[in-house]
């Protein structure tokens, strides 16, 4: 590649399969450090701080949307010179009305770290990461993955990606993957967390749409939450409820006794994997007492009567002993659901994480929808969100769903999508992706033999995670592309990719109740560190792709294309007005169309739920309701392993594989840096375990060593360790949801060893 250093007109970049790619000067950044040259694929104002950079004075405040969880709070930014130095929670912004959790705190701290990957970085001879340059890294890509191609064939390679970076650069990612470099497969961590929500809405509503606005916490008056411990994975959704004036109900379901479930008034303590049963007696107890709302059922719902015929034989006498609970609190339950006039429920981990979690989930939205418990204020199916930007995954990822949440198998859809990118028809695939635990196979068999992962950390977030290790050896050619050098991942890849993460990059997020809200350029990354959408955009132009992509130039470009992509889909935005409207408006929740909007492109109203109008997204305007049967646990717990292992968020400070929180000094303080198990302590007095004892964790697949926590937060029988350490997934059973592909991360079977200390 060369570029021509003294010209001022437009410049060639020859790509590495030869061909030319004129490009305008100003998109090229050309800077000498030394000897070294480097190149940026950098859109004019990327060198500098971003688009509202320029409309900032010196010393002054901007927002953005925290780079977290899916509750998607606004946090003030404080610059000095333009550069962000501190922050505090945004006291306007809609979602979180001036609260933040210490994340959200931190989310600065964590960018300035010893572990940031600053340059490309190629493992030598010697099995060590040495720096390159861009150029060299790019080549680097192309060479790698084209020569898997050629002589593995086009689906040989595969990609593994995220709910954690922008829309738009997720958009990026999967376009240029699946309709310019040919691979076939990929898929992203959103399978192990949404997945099972977004299959369950589709089948049960016609299309994957969280119905709900963050009032409904405040306005129902009884909340029903099930495996969902927001105290610790949502505290800011959880602060929305504490401002609930009704006085609610509020019923949690969860094996553990959890700081959520201790807040309830009422704590069904069930047995894992016993919920499909109980919320099938809980359904029936509702049919047979008549809380049914007739009329809606009648008039917006498909499948009644098998849902009745079904729950007939889940009594709650037996299914509550089968549970472990008493029959008289799961009747208790059922009649506040019944009588709650807006009665919400909600769902996360605890349903999704399930071998029969979409079913789950549909028996959640059964009740919803029987109940009349749908479009109103304060009630609805509520799946909440895990990852920042997982319901842009969903929408924009382009894996299992053509982009835009088309379907590849439909012409019409394909050429949809097609006309709205300028793109070439043919390009557009008629097949979906394979999901995730089938390319981790597809590696096993030796059919993949490239991957490249972007923001997600397999190696230590993975189901029976020792075999996935493993099977990255296995591979010719791996990337990484990540904001720090260090993950478990990055030390299996070839080449790692330096990104810049949130702060340091603009693009939008998609929040839990719907809501697009902006992330801005508030730092400088570090060292060549750059936005994954430059990278995106590099590798467009080494792959010889510029042209096919030549309106992607920069964020906003990319968003105005996801708003003609969305046109007509439930999820149309075409009424947005771009980036400003969004900054000012206290972000837009999706549907915002262009008639919603009218001439003058107005604001819309802050707080909007879906179906209030009783109208579902299938042909007929019908919901479904959706039933099953309830199948045993595949891993029980017997004589040899006689404990059944939970995962799951620890503590509010940390997140996922700790890549990102163990960043900062502050939240180090606030959680256990070691890891550990949560015990009984009848069994722990059984298994003569002290209380900060050591002890061995034993699973069929693996064995993991940490530190007796004894509590009786978790029920006998029963044990608990955290997601955040290394080593919880050496235990994990592989198994899945059989219609999502979710991996079921909440059960399997287990023995405690003590160890002398
Ligand atoms: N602090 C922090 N917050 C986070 C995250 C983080 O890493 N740290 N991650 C974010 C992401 S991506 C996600 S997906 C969410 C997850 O948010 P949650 O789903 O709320 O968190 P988990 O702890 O994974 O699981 C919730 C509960 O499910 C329960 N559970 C386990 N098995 C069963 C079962 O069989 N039935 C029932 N009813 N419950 C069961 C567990 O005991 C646990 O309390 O959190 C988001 N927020
Ligand atoms: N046992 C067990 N395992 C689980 C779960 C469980 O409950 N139990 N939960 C599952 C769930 S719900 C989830 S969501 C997954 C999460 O699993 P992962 O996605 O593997 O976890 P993260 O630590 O969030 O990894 C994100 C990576 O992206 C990097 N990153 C952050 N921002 C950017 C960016 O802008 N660009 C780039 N390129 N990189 C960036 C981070 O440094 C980090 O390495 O874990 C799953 N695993
Ligand atoms: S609750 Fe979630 S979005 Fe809000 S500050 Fe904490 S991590 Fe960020
Ligand atoms: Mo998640």
């Not at 090229?28 to 940026?40: D, F, I, Q, S, Y």
């Not at 392993?641 to 960043?663: A, D, E, M, N």
């Amino acid at each position: 590649m060369s570029v021509d250093l003294t010209s001022s007109a437009a410049v060639d970049l020859t790509s590495a399969n030869g061909a030319k790619m004129p490009l305008e000067l100003p998109q090229v950044l050309v800077r000498r450090e030394g000897a070294m040259t480097r190149e940026l694929l950098l859109h004019p104002g990327e060198h500098g701080l971003g688009m509202t950079h320029s409309s900032m004075a010196a010393d002054t405040t901007t927002t953005a949307t925290c780079g977290f969880c899916a509750t998607g709070c606004g946090l003030r930014l404080h610059l000095r010179e333009g550069v962000a130095v501190g922050l505090t929670p945004e006291t306007k912004y809609p979602v979180n009305l001036g609260m933040a959790c210490p994340k959200g705190w931190e989310a600065l701290r964590v960018l300035d770290s010893p572990e940031r990957a600053t340059t490309p970085l190629l493992r030598g001879a010697d099995g060590k990461h040495q720096p390159i340059g861009w150029d060299q890294a790019f080549q680097t890509f192309v060479e790698g993955f084209r020569g898997v191609q050629e002589r593995h064939g086009l689906d040989s390679v595969a990609f593994l990606s995220t709910g954690q970076i922008p829309s738009e650069e997720m958009a990026f990612l999967g376009a240029l993957a699946r309709f310019g470099m040919g691979i076939k497969h990929g898929d992203g961590n959103t399978r192990q967390c949404m997945a099972t929500a977004a299959t369950a809405y589709k089948e049960s509503f016609g299309f994957d749409s969280p119905p709900y606005t963050y009032d409904d916490f405040e306005k129902s008056d009884c909340l029903v939450f099930i495996g969902a411990n927001p105290c610790i994975a949502h505290p800011i959704m959880w602060e929305r409820v504490l401002r609930n004036r009704n006085q609610p109900e509020i019923i949690v379901i969860d094996p553990r006794r959890t700081e959520t479930a201790m807040a309830a008034t009422q704590h069904l303590q069930i047995r894992p994997k016993n919920d499909l049963a109980l919320l099938y007696a809980i359904t029936n107890y509702l049919i047979q007492n008549d809380y049914v709302d007739q009329d809606f059922v009648a008039s917006h719902t498909n499948g009644f009567e098998t849902l009745r015929e079904h729950v007939a034989a889940f009594d709650i006498e037996s299914v509550a002993r089968a549970a472990g609970i008493s029959p008289a609190a799961v009747q208790r339950a059922a009649e506040t659901i019944g009588k709650g006039s807006a009665v919400s429920l909600w769902w996360t981990m605890g349903v999704n994480q399930s071998y029969q979690g979409t079913r789950t989930a549909q028996a959640i939205i059964n009740i919803a929808l029987i109940t009349g418990n749908i479009g109103r204020p304060g009630t609805g199916a509520n799946s909440i969100t895990g990852q920042c930007n997982a319901m842009g995954s969903r929408l924009w990822s382009n894996t299992t769903n053509l982009i835009g949440h088309h379907r590849f198998e439909e012409e019409a859809d394909r050429r949809k999508v097609a006309d709205a990118l300028g793109m070439d028809e043919q390009c557009i695939p008629s097949e979906g992706s394979w999901k995730y635990d089938r390319i981790i196979e597809g590696v096993r068999r030796g059919e993949i033999k490239g991957l490249w992962v972007i923001a997600t950390n397999p190696a230590h977030s993975w189901i029976d995670q020792s075999d996935v290790r493993e099977l990255f050896g296995k591979l010719d050619f791996m990337v990484v592309q990540d904001m720090y050098h260090t993950t478990e991942t990055a030390r299996h890849a070839n080449l790692v990719l330096p990104s810049a993460g949130w702060g340091e990059k603009e693009g939008t997020f998609i929040n839990s109740e719907r809501r697009i809200g902006l992330i801005k350029k508030v730092r400088h990354a570090p060292g060549e560190a750059l936005a994954d959408f430059h990278i995106f955009r590099g590798i467009a132009h080494y792959w010889g792709l510029a042209e096919q992509f030549a309106e992607w130039t920069d964020p906003e470009a990319v968003f105005r294309i996801l708003q003609r992509l969305s046109r007509d889909q439930p999820c149309d935005i075409t009424g947005i007005d771009g980036y400003r409207q969004l900054d000012a408006c206290g972000g837009v929740q999706w549907p915002w169309t262009e008639q919603d909007a009218g001439d003058d492109r107005s604001d819309p109203p802050q707080q909007r739920r879906l179906f209030s109008d009783g109208r579902f997204f299938h042909e007929d305007g019908r919901a479904k309701l959706v039933v099953d049967s309830v199948e045993p646990m595949p891993e029980p717990p017997n004589a040899a392993y006689p404990i059944t292992l939970l995962t799951g968020r620890g503590t509010v400070s940390q997140w996922h594989t700790q890549t990102r929180t163990r960043q900062s000094p502050v939240l180090r303080l606030l959680y256990p840096n070691e890891p550990y198990v949560e015990i009984n302590p009848v069994d722990a007095d059984a298994l003569e375990i002290d209380h900060g004892q050591k002890v061995r964790v034993q699973s069929r697949r693996g064995e993991v060593i940490v530190t007796a926590n004894v509590t009786a937060t978790v029920r006998r029988g029963q044990a608990f360790i955290p997601m955040h350490y290394e080593s919880t997934n050496r235990l994990t059973l592989s198994h899945f949801d059989p219609q999502s592909g979710q991996p079921s991360y909440k059960d399997c079977a287990v023995r405690i060893i003590p160890q002398s200390n």
